[in-house]
C-alpha cells in the first residue's frame, strides 16, 4: 500500500511562486510514474505535471515554462516548483503515483489549497 502526503500550499499573490512537496509512503517501484494534478472549483481534475522513474517529464501546455516537477527517488519524494502564478492557477493540487505494469495501481493524496490572488 502507498500513501501520498503533499505539503506546501497556501496564498500568493499572482507572480509569485509556490513548492509543493510529495512524500510517499510504502513501495514505489520504477515502474511507477509520479505526477501532479489539480482540480479548480466546478472543475474536472486535469493533469499538471508527470514524471517518470528515470526523469523524463510531461507538462500540461498552460504551466510549460513556469512549473517544474522533479523526483528523488531515494527520498520517495515529488516536488512542483510553480513560478509565475496566475491566478487560473488556483485549484487544490493532488499527488499521484500510477504505474500500469505488471498491475495498474494509481495511489492519490489527499490534496493542497493553492490560491493566487491579490
Known amino acids: 500500500q502507498v500513501q501520498l502526503v503533499e505539503s506546501g500550499g497556501g496564498l500568493v499573490q499572482p507572480g509569485g511562486s509556490l513548492r509543493l512537496s510529495c512524500v510517499a509512503s510504502?513501495?514505489?517501484?520504477?515502474?511507477?510514474?509520479m505526477g501532479w494534478y489539480r482540480q479548480a472549483a466546478g472543475n474536472k481534475r486535469e493533469l499538471v505535471a508527470t514524471i517518470t522513474y528515470d526523469g523524463r517529464t510531461n507538462y500540461q501546455d498552460s504551466v510549460k515554462g513556469r512549473f517544474t516537477i522533479s523526483r528523488d527517488n531515494a527520498k520517495k519524494m515529488v516536488d512542483l516548483q510553480m513560478n509565475s502564478l496566475k491566478p487560473e492557477d488556483t485549484a487544490v493540487y493532488y499527488c499521484?503515483?500510477?504505474?500500469?505494469?505488471?498491475?495498474?495501481?494509481?495511489?492519490w493524496g489527499q490534496g493542497t489549497q493553492v490560491t493566487v490572488s491579490s
Open positions: 510504502g513501495s514505489i517501484s520504477s515502474w511507477y510514474i
Open positions: 499521484n503515483a500510477a504505474r500500469v505494469f505488471p498491475s495498474a495501481n494509481s495511489y
